[in-house]
C-alpha cells in the first residue's frame, strides 16, 4: 500500500512560480512511476507531467517548457517546479502512483495510476 501527500500549493500571481511536492510512503514507492494531474472546475482531471524510477519524464503540451518533474528516491518524494504560471494553470493538483514496479513506459491515462493524493490546490491571480 502507497500514500501520497501533496503539499507546496498555494496562491501566486501570474509569471509567479510554484514547487509542489508529494511524499510517498510504502517500501515500494521508489519503484514506481509517479505523476501529476490536475482539475479545474468543472473541467475532467488531466496529465500534467510523469517521471519513472530511471527519471524518465513526459509533459503535456500545455506545459512544456514551464513545469519540470523530478523524484528524489532517497526521500521517496517527487516534485512538480511550476514556473511562469498561468490564471489557466489554477486547480487541484493531484499527484498519482503507477503501480507497476520499475514500468519504464509512459502513460497520461487516469486508470493506469494506482494511488492518488488527496490533492493541493494551486491559484493563480491575473
Known amino acids: 500500500q502507497v500514500q501520497l501527500v501533496e503539499s507546496g500549493g498555494g496562491l501566486v500571481q501570474a509569471g509567479g512560480s510554484l514547487r509542489l511536492s508529494c511524499a510517498a510512503s510504502?517500501?515500494?514507492?521508489?519503484?514506481?512511476?509517479m505523476g501529476w494531474f490536475r482539475q479545474a472546475p468543472g473541467k475532467e482531471r488531466e496529465f500534467v507531467a510523469r517521471i519513472t524510477w530511471g527519471r524518465m519524464t513526459w509533459y503535456a503540451d500545455f506545459v512544456k517548457g514551464r513545469f519540470t518533474i523530478s523524484r528524489d528516491n532517497a526521500k521517496n518524494t517527487v516534485y512538480l517546479q511550476m514556473n511562469s504560471l498561468k490564471p489557466e494553470d489554477t486547480a487541484v493538483y493531484y499527484c498519482?502512483?503507477?503501480?507497476?514496479?520499475?514500468?519504464?513506459?509512459?502513460?497520461?491515462?487516469?486508470?493506469?495510476?494506482?494511488?492518488w493524493g488527496q490533492g493541493t490546490q494551486v491559484t493563480v491571480s491575473s
Open positions: 510504502g517500501r515500494t514507492a521508489s519503484s514506481y512511476a
Open positions: 498519482a502512483a503507477d503501480g507497476r514496479s520499475y514500468y519504464t513506459g509512459s502513460s497520461s491515462r487516469n486508470d493506469d495510476y494506482t494511488y
